[in-house]
Antibody
Framework: QVQLVESGGAVVQPRRSLRLSCAAS????????MHWVRQTPGKGLEWVAA????????SYADSVRGRFTISRDNYRNILYLQMDSLRVEDTAVYYC??????????WGKGTMVSVSS | SFLLTQPPSVSVTPGQTARITCGGN??????VHWYQQRPGQAPILVVY???DRPSGIPERFSASTSGNTATLTVSRVEAGDEADYYC???????????FGGGTKLTVL
């Protein structure tokens, strides 16, 4: 079945780096735009980044632009989020999601990132 | 960037109709999508492209968009509908996804 599984979440100190992964299965990964969305515990959804199916076009939320990089490996069916210069306010559950013509129709269960000294 | 405004909470009794609004400047000109997020779970898509339902979503979930307001309607509300609901659009001018702040639906 169609599935997204995130991994890589951890407790890290401010200003350090972390890379999240999202393994996709059950669909043709290289034909879909993909997104990262995060949610601070008890708060709402915040979109983080998106990447086109061929990795040629990316976009970022203002809060992470210049610090986070979204990428993908279409041979291994994996989406990545490289997070550099992490801040306390980046603490959240990070979800990857599949884009079906503008709506996010498949979501993973999320991976927790905690930034704390 | 595009701003979407939702009421923080809506409360109804079982069997009643819940209406959750999402306000945005000329949102009627955008494709609006709605998500349900139960406590401790990932969001799921319940309505896409203003008013279409993905397979498996009950007909009790419907939505419409007009002018500056999009509305998600949950008919014959059940206890299992208690969740947070989010509206979402794609802002083509900034190339960003925008979510509303979310509405907590409480079934009394």
């Amino acid at each position: 079945q169609v599935q997204l599984v995130e991994s890589g979440g951890a407790v890290v100190q401010p200003r350090r780096s972390l890379r999240l992964s999202c393994a996709a299965s059950g669909f043709t990964f290289n034909t879909y735009f993909m997104h990262w969305v995060r949610q601070t515990p008890g708060k709402g959804l915040e979109w983080v980044a998106a990447l086109s199916f061929d990795a040629r076009k990316s976009s970022y939320a203002d809060s992470v632009r210049g610090r986070f990089t979204i990428s993908r490996d279409n041979y291994r069916n994996i989406l990545y989020l490289q997070m550099d210069s992490l801040r306390v306010e980046d603490t959240a559950v990070y979800y990857c999601a599949r884009d079906e013509a503008g709506d996010l129709d498949v979501w993973g269960k999320g991976t927790m990132v905690s930034v704390s000294s | 960037s595009f701003l979407l405004t939702q009421p923080p909470s809506v409360s109804v009794t079982p069997g009643q109709t819940a209406r959750i609004t999402c306000g945005g400047n000329n949102i009627g000109g955008e494709s609006v999508h709605w998500y349900q997020q139960r406590p401790g779970q990932a969001p799921i898509l319940v309505v896409y492209d203003d008013s279409d339902r993905p397979s498996g979503i009950p007909e009790r979930f419907s939505a419409s968009t007009s002018g500056n307001t999009a509305t998600l309607t949950v008919s014959r509300v059940e206890a299992g509908d208690e969740a947070d609901y989010y509206c979402q659009v794609w802002d083509g001018r900034s190339d960003q996804v925008v979510f509303g702040g979310g509405t907590k639906l409480t079934v009394l």
